[in-house]
């Protein structure tokens, strides 16, 4: 018989004495009832070891879940249906004031403060109704700062109640500061953009104005031009031309706009005394606000002239200062500042090259009408002097002596006249000089008028990408508001989740985009700005530098529906001035738009680009209007325009020239047929 259960084994030897005694009939049931105590005892070392790891899984997660309110800021309230604490717990960096002893038994109401208590018997209330989580916030001054904080009520069994409270003060501060910071951002760029149209605007004006002087030679026109002129681009109330007389050391007016004929006349300022001469003679502007009580205003004939402002710049010429140009302000006492000197004295620059110019040529004027009435003299002598020979023939001799010393006076007066043009010629040479200086400052006007052009083109171009961008944030935005309530309230499924992401994808793939779009505009608006502003020579891509000056060109393209095609080996690689390759496109393509198709709503120009050897040929051609032959024989020279007084320079093609045939070393020629269009035909070096 197998080992009986020590149990069993007791039970029935107290019945039976011994195991012989029992019957047989019994034995298989004591087998089993044997069998069923082992099975039990089994059963019960199994449970007895299985409760003893619970507990000691217990004991650990309640540690962890200490250090894990310990490591918290968040504060644990767990109350009963009427609000009363029945259990507290807080971490150890939490900023709450009581200790857990003394709010045991309170109602939450009137815990940490009395001030928000109906804003969580509010909440209470709701809870018990609405059976849902409900989240409220507000804010408390502890130690003398402002603190904001977030409470979050869920409902528990048995009605009760469990309360996070979580200090949001540090979220709030971090918000605050990066709204300030966008909103300085955003008020930094409107600031920018306004002060680069402004100076846009003023470089126009000043160039525009720089036309109107330089136009008229006759001095007494070009001084008034320029006062007039000035007080148009500034909006003062008057503009005064002082010039210099060198002998006497005064000054006096001779041109003015917005002055009686009294002032002007009665105006006579020695150097170093008056505004104007202060200003000659430390050649420095000058701001003299308040002029009725200022010291260095003194000019009788001006008293009853009601100025109380003004500002006074150098007119220069070489380094020689010649005069003044002065603005006055008969409204404001305050009026000028340092941006209005600038302006100015920008002004100035060509005032005093127009001045200059018109003394030459008025002095060119004299000396050609003095040399006329010379040579109309020396006729009228030679012509006296033959008919004296034919009348006095029988006194030969006298008559050849005569006029043998008539020719050796002839003969002196032709080499001091000789000395005299030479002289002429000498000025002549330094006038056009000073014509060509003005060109070039001219010239340097009109890039830097493009170059506002491309700043403007880079705000319209990269704003829809931009705006693209802000849109789909904000959307993303939306999203993630509509996704943390669903998690706060605990009704987020896993097709939320993907719905979620899939919107995030987009909306991410959306911004990276439009991001990268803005980059390359603004990257290809910055290689063309470097460009058009830089003079150096290096190696680059032809291809690449056309299509980066389309893309600048694009805003005024795209007002237009005429197109542009572009035959160019991708590879094409020259050593050259990329500047200066741009300013002839820029010039040839502005040409088509405001001359070629001024009366065709719809135009075609076409840019074929060959290699043969070491030569670029280079085909530009306009289906427009086309031109005359005389038009077209006058087109490359300065200032000859068909547009005079609608904007036209009359230096676009000449630019165009002077930079193919100096600065590049090659040709241009010019084919056109009125009703058909123009083409161009360049060769220029590919390596210089």
């Not at 990276?512 to 700005?529: E, G, H, M, P, T």
């Given at each position: 018989m197998t080992q009986l259960h020590r149990l069993l084994q007791r039970q029935l030897k107290r019945h039976f004495g011994n195991e012989a005694s029992i019957p047989d009939e019994w034995q298989g049931f004591?087998?089993?009832?044997?069998?069923?105590?082992?099975?039990?005892?089994?059963?019960?070392?199994?449970?007895?070891?299985?409760?003893?790891?619970?507990?000691?899984?217990?004991?650990?997660?309640?540690?962890?879940?200490?250090?894990?309110?310990?490591?918290?800021?968040?504060?644990?309230?767990?109350?009963?249906?009427?609000?009363?604490?029945?259990?507290?717990?807080a971490g150890k960096i939490n900023d709450f004031l009581h200790q857990p002893k003394d709010l045991i038994g309170k109602r939450i109401q009137e815990v940490p403060f009395k001030l928000v208590g109906d804003l969580f018997h509010e909440a209470i209330q709701r809870i018990q109704k609405e059976k849902s989580i409900i989240t409220i916030e507000y804010s408390l001054t502890l130690q003398g700062q402002e603190c904001f904080y977030e409470a979050r009520l869920a409902p528990l069994l048995d009605a009760q109640i469990v309360v996070v409270i979580r200090n949001l003060t540090q979220r709030k501060k971090m918000e605050q500061a990066l709204r300030q910071a966008y909103d300085e951002l955003e008020e930094r760029v409107e600031q920018r953009t306004m002060e680069l149209k402004k100076a846009n605007e003023q470089l126009a004006a000043l160039y525009k104005v720089g036309q109107t002087i330089t136009a008229p030679l006759n001095l007494n026109v070009v001084l008034n031009v320029i006062a007039r002129s000035t007080v148009e681009l500034l909006g003062t109330d008057t503009g005064v031309i002082l010039l210099l007389d060198e002998t006497r050391e005064i000054l006096t007016i001779q041109g003015a706009f917005g002055l009686?004929?009294?002032?002007?006349?009665?105006?006579?300022?020695?150097?170093?005394?008056?505004?104007?001469?202060?200003?000659?003679?430390?050649?420095?502007?000058?701001?003299?606000?308040?002029?009725l009580h200022d010291p260095r205003f003194f000019n009788p004939s001006a008293a009853n002239e009601g100025l109380l402002a003004c500002a006074s710049v150098p007119l220069s010429v070489g380094g020689k200062i010649i005069g003044t140009l002065d603005v006055h302000s008969k409204s404001d006492p305050y009026a000028f500042n340092e941006k209005h000197i600038q302006t100015l004295s920008m002004l100035a620059s060509q005032a005093a090259i127009a001045i200059e110019n018109a003394r030459l040529y008025e002095q060119l004027q004299l000396a050609h009408d003095e040399l006329e009435a010379r040579v109309q003299q020396r006729t009228a002598e030679v012509l006296a002097a033959n008919m004296q020979l034919h009348e006095e023939i029988a006194e030969r001799k006298r008559v050849e002596e005569a006029l043998r010393k008539l020719n050796e006076e002839l003969e002196h007066r032709v080499e001091a006249r000789t000395i005299e043009l030479k002289e002429i010629n000498t000025a002549l040479r330094e006038s056009l000089e000073t014509l060509k200086e003005t060109q070039d400052q001219l010239i340097q006007a009109e890039k830097m008028a493009a170059l506002g052009g491309l700043v403007a083109g880079i705000a319209h171009e990269i704003n829809t990408p931009i705006g693209i961008g802000v849109t789909a944030v904000s959307y993303l935005e939306q999203k993630t508001q509509e996704f943390e309530k669903k998690y706060e309230r605990g009704q987020m499924n896993r097709s939320d989740l993907e719905k979620y992401v899939k919107i995030a994808k987009e909306a991410t793939i959306m911004i990276?985009?439009?991001?990268?779009?803005?980059?390359?505009?603004?990257?290809?608006?910055?290689?063309?700005?470097i460009d058009q502003t830089c003079d150096e020579?290096?190696?680059?891509?032809?291809?690449?530098?056309?299509?980066?000056?389309?893309?600048?060109?694009?805003?005024?393209?795209?007002?237009?529906?005429?197109?542009?095609?572009?035959?160019?080996?991708?590879?094409?690689?020259?050593?050259?001035?990329?500047?200066?390759?741009?300013?002839?496109?820029?010039?040839?393509?502005?040409?088509?738009?405001?001359?070629?198709?001024?009366?065709?709503?719809?135009?075609?120009?076409?840019?074929?680009?060959?290699?043969?050897?070491?030569?670029?040929?280079?085909?530009?051609?306009?289906?427009?209007?086309?031109?005359?032959?005389?038009?077209?024989?006058?087109?490359?020279?300065?200032?000859?325009?068909?547009?005079?007084?609608?904007?036209?320079?009359?230096?676009?093609?000449?630019?165009?020239?002077n930079l193919v045939t100096q600065q590049l070393g090659g040709r241009i020629e010019c084919e056109s047929t009125p009703g058909i269009g123009t083409t161009f035909h360049i060769q220029i070096p590919i390596h210089l």
């Open positions: 004591i087998r089993d009832v044997s069998d069923a105590y082992q099975e039990s005892d089994i059963d019960r070392e199994m449970l007895e070891r299985s409760l003893e790891l619970s507990s000691q899984e217990l004991l650990e997660a309640n540690l962890q879940m200490q250090a894990v309110f310990q490591a918290l800021p968040d504060l644990l309230f767990r109350l009963d249906s009427e609000g009363v604490i029945l259990d507290f717990k009686s004929e009294k002032v002007m006349k009665g105006t006579h300022d020695r150097i170093g005394e008056s505004i104007a001469g202060r200003v000659v003679q430390t050649g420095q502007p000058i701001i003299a606000n308040d002029l990276l985009k439009n991001l990268w779009r803005a980059a390359d505009q603004i990257q290809s608006f910055k290689q063309v700005a020579q290096r190696r680059f891509k032809l291809k690449a530098c056309i299509d980066d000056l389309l893309l600048s060109l694009h805003p005024k393209l795209s007002k237009t529906q005429h197109t542009i095609t572009v035959h160019c080996p991708e590879d094409l690689e020259l050593t050259s001035y990329p500047g200066v390759f741009s300013q002839i496109l820029t010039n040839l393509i502005l040409n088509s738009l405001s001359h070629g198709f001024e009366q065709k709503a719809q135009g075609t120009m076409m840019l074929q680009i060959t290699c043969d050897h070491n030569m670029l040929r280079l085909q530009y051609s306009d289906d427009g209007c086309g031109m005359a032959a005389e038009t077209r024989l006058r087109i490359f020279e300065p200032f000859y325009t068909t547009k005079r007084g609608q904007g036209g320079t009359g230096l676009g093609l000449h630019i165009v020239y």
